[in-house]
């Protein structure tokens, strides 16, 4: 399980491919998460929330196609 951490860009944020989005915390480590494509990012977490690995937490609305940020 991970926590979310700081949230670096808010849904509605344009970002582009292996821009930080946000922290993903742990009891040993934290990471960040980058975005895998250019487009618009749509959060379904919000600080604080916890997830599971492989948990959809969010999307990047590219130009004609959604893809899960994981």
Known sequence: TVTIGA????????VAQDEELLELETDKLNQ???AS??????????????AKVGDVI???????AVEDVK
Not at 7 to 14: E, F, M, Q, R, V
Not at 58 to 64: E, K, P, Q, V, W
């Open 7 to 14: 949230i670096l860009k808010p849904t509605g944020s344009k």
């Open 32 to 34: 960040v998460l980058y």
């Open 37 to 50: 494509k250019s487009g618009i990012v749509t959060l379904t977490v919000k600080q604080g929330d916890t």
């Open 58 to 64: 969010g999307f990047i609305n590219l130009d004609s």
